[in-house]
């Protein structure tokens, strides 16, 4: 089996990102971030290190685990405005009552580099433009850098989220894959993800997928993140298990991860150099 790791394809990702920052004016990147979620707290501390590396600002705009959802939106109203952002992002989990979809919607669609304005999925799903969320892009990059074969294939994604499960779905269809999406509502998942040439697995839920859940020799993506009592992390793949009948699969950590962030920065340089 081969393991899909991501360390070497995200290390050339920042090497082009650097390059095209270099070019033009320095890139900058706004995360909005209201919440005390550490798990959440440490991914945009590791966002702003590595912006860092690459040569592109990074401003945190903590507006605290109690801010009012408006204050939210008018923030990234303001931001969207500001011509010396070029990258706007606003960080999950939010205050109760505070909508990621809707107030996403205030984000400039040249300024979402994490492809989480509705009107960023919708271009997506019309073929048209636009910036996709950083980890279905990663998903794809990682299957390209590894020369998986897309088109007429059968591909599983199990997970509908706007971030990961629909965009992800969209990327897959526009390479000629035939795709399938699982749910919480799919019956007997095994029967469907067993029928799968290549599995994504994007639920957050700790070892969900077992190898009664993959065909032999597929090609099993795993995006999911779920913290352990140990301070450890794991996928939503059961790697032990399934890595006896996967033909290749993406470790947790160390698969997805690094490219997702990668991705990110470099959807930042280039919304810093659009016309």
């Not at 095209?20 to 900058?28: L, S, T, V």
């Not at 605290?64 to 989990?93: C, F, K, W, Y």
């Not at 990663?138 to 965009?167: C, F, I, N, Q, W």
């Not at 698969?255 to 810093?272: I, K, N, S």
Request: with cysteine.
């Amino acid at each position: 089996m081969r393991t899909l790791t991501g360390k070497e394809l995200a290390a050339a990702i920042r090497a082009q990102t650097e390059a095209e920052a270099a070019a033009g004016p320095q890139p900058r990147l706004a995360v909005v971030v209201a919440t005390d979620d550490e798990a959440s707290l440490w991914y945009v501390r590791s966002i702003a290190k590595a912006a860092a590396g690459v040569g592109i600002a990074c401003d945190i705009v903590d507006l605290g685990p109690e801010a009012a959802p408006e204050r939210i939106g008018e923030t990234l109203t303001r931001l969207s405005a500001d011509a010396n952002v070029h990258g706007l992002m606003l960080q999950t989990p939010l205050p109760a009552g505070a909508s990621a979809q809707r107030l996403a919607a205030a984000i400039d669609p040249r300024k979402d580099v994490d492809g989480a304005n509705p009107l960023s999925l919708g271009r997506l799903a019309a073929g048209l433009p636009a910036f996709p969320p950083a980890t279905a892009a990663a998903v794809m990059a990682l299957l390209d850098h590894y020369e998986v074969e897309l088109e007429g294939r059968r591909a599983v994604v199990v997970g509908r989220s706007t971030v990961v499960g629909k965009p992800l779905a969209h990327l897959l269809l526009d390479r000629h894959a035939t795709v399938t999406v699982c749910h919480s509502r799919t019956r007997d998942l095994a029967s469907v993800t067993s029928a799968a040439e290549v599995l994504v697995a994007a639920v957050g839920r700790a070892g969900l997928i077992g190898a009664g859940h993959v065909a032999p020799g597929a090609v099993v993506i795993d995006v999911g993140t779920n913290p352990t009592d140990d301070g450890g992390l794991v996928g939503d793949v059961d790697f032990d298990a399934v890595s006896q009948v996967a033909g290749a699969l993406t470790p947790v950590p160390g698969g997805v991860g690094p490219v997702t962030t990668a991705l990110l920065l470099r959807h930042t340089a280039r919304a810093a150099n659009l016309p």
